[in-house]
Protein backbone atom coordinates (compact mmCIF):
# COMPACT_ATOMS: atom_id res chain seq x y z
CA UNK A 1 0.00 0.00 0.00
CA UNK A 2 1.13 3.68 -0.99
CA UNK A 3 1.55 6.19 1.60
CA UNK A 4 -0.23 9.57 0.88
CA UNK A 5 0.80 12.49 2.88
CA UNK A 6 -0.99 15.80 3.15
CA UNK A 7 1.46 18.04 5.26
CA UNK A 8 -0.38 21.44 4.11
CA UNK A 9 -2.02 21.14 7.77
CA UNK A 10 -0.59 20.83 11.41
CA UNK A 11 -2.19 17.86 11.13
CA UNK A 12 -0.44 14.88 9.38
CA UNK A 13 -2.93 12.76 7.34
CA UNK A 14 -1.74 9.50 6.17
CA UNK A 15 -4.54 7.60 3.55
CA UNK A 16 -3.99 4.47 1.41
CA UNK A 17 -5.07 4.52 -2.17
CA UNK A 18 -8.25 3.20 -1.61
CA UNK A 19 -8.65 6.77 0.52
CA UNK A 20 -9.00 4.98 3.92
CA UNK A 21 -7.07 6.15 7.02
CA UNK A 22 -3.68 4.11 7.72
CA UNK A 23 -3.92 2.04 10.54
CA UNK A 24 -2.65 4.07 13.64
CA UNK A 25 -3.39 7.19 12.22
CA UNK A 26 -6.69 8.91 12.46
CA UNK A 27 -9.04 11.42 10.61
CA UNK A 28 -9.87 13.36 13.73
CA UNK A 29 -6.53 14.12 15.10
CA UNK A 30 -7.85 16.30 18.33
CA UNK A 31 -11.05 13.85 18.90
CA UNK A 32 -14.23 14.39 19.97
CA UNK A 33 -14.78 16.89 22.76
CA UNK A 34 -14.91 15.65 25.95
CA UNK A 35 -18.66 15.75 27.62
CA UNK A 36 -19.61 19.36 25.65
CA UNK A 37 -22.92 17.79 25.79
CA UNK A 38 -23.63 16.94 28.63
CA UNK A 39 -21.93 19.64 30.62
CA UNK A 40 -24.46 21.93 28.77
CA UNK A 41 -27.10 19.55 29.28
CA UNK A 42 -26.28 19.59 33.55
CA UNK A 43 -26.15 23.51 33.22
CA UNK A 44 -29.78 23.90 31.78
CA UNK A 45 -31.16 21.49 34.33
CA UNK A 46 -29.99 23.61 37.24
CA UNK A 47 -31.48 26.65 35.40
CA UNK A 48 -34.79 27.92 37.13
CA UNK A 49 -37.52 29.52 35.92
CA UNK A 50 -40.88 31.28 37.70
CA UNK A 51 -43.58 29.65 37.35
CA UNK A 52 -47.12 31.23 39.40
CA UNK A 53 -44.68 32.80 41.64
CA UNK A 54 -42.06 29.70 42.07
CA UNK A 55 -38.85 29.18 41.48
CA UNK A 56 -38.10 26.13 40.43
CA UNK A 57 -35.48 24.30 38.30
CA UNK A 58 -35.61 22.58 34.95
CA UNK A 59 -34.77 18.98 36.57
CA UNK A 60 -37.83 19.49 38.95
CA UNK A 61 -39.78 20.68 35.64
CA UNK A 62 -38.87 17.56 33.88
CA UNK A 63 -39.75 15.12 36.43
CA UNK A 64 -42.90 17.09 37.46
CA UNK A 65 -44.01 16.38 33.98
CA UNK A 66 -43.12 12.35 33.98
CA UNK A 67 -45.01 11.89 37.18
CA UNK A 68 -48.04 13.81 35.32
CA UNK A 69 -47.84 11.73 31.98
CA UNK A 70 -47.26 8.49 34.01
CA UNK A 71 -50.45 9.19 36.13
CA UNK A 72 -52.60 9.73 32.96
CA UNK A 73 -51.26 6.44 32.14
CA UNK A 74 -48.66 6.98 29.56
CA UNK A 75 -47.01 3.64 29.63
CA UNK A 76 -43.42 5.36 28.04
CA UNK A 77 -43.33 7.96 31.12
CA UNK A 78 -44.06 5.39 33.65
CA UNK A 79 -41.17 3.01 31.78
CA UNK A 80 -38.88 5.87 32.14
CA UNK A 81 -39.57 6.79 35.95
CA UNK A 82 -39.05 2.84 36.95
CA UNK A 83 -35.87 2.66 34.40
CA UNK A 84 -34.64 5.36 37.08
CA UNK A 85 -35.83 4.35 40.32
CA UNK A 86 -35.48 0.74 39.84
CA UNK A 87 -32.73 0.57 37.33
CA UNK A 88 -33.26 -1.20 33.83
CA UNK A 89 -34.02 -4.74 34.31
CA UNK A 90 -31.91 -7.51 33.00
CA UNK A 91 -32.76 -9.50 29.84
CA UNK A 92 -33.70 -13.00 30.49
CA UNK A 93 -33.38 -15.43 27.37
CA UNK A 94 -34.75 -18.77 27.66
CA UNK A 95 -33.74 -21.35 25.92
CA UNK A 96 -36.43 -23.98 24.10
CA UNK A 97 -36.12 -27.35 23.58
CA UNK A 98 -33.15 -28.15 26.58
CA UNK A 99 -33.24 -31.59 27.53
CA UNK A 100 -33.12 -32.21 31.01
CA UNK A 101 -31.95 -35.89 32.60
CA UNK A 102 -35.11 -36.96 34.16
CA UNK A 103 -34.64 -37.51 38.60
CA UNK A 104 -37.06 -40.43 39.95
CA UNK A 105 -37.29 -40.44 43.82
CA UNK A 106 -38.35 -43.50 45.16
Same mark, same amino acid.
Given at each position: ???? /??? #? #? =?? +? *???? !??GQ?? =??? #? $?? *?? $??? =???????? /?? /??? +? +???? !? @?????? %? @? &??? @????? &? %?LE $???? %?? /????????????????????????????
Amino acid at each position: MEKK /KNT #S #S =KH +E *VIRN !EKGQYM =KGY #S $GN *VG $GRP =KNILTKIL /KE /KML +E +EVLI !E @DQWINT %A @D &LIV @DQAIQ &L %ALE $GDIR %AI /KWIFERVEGRPILMRFEENVEHDVLIIE
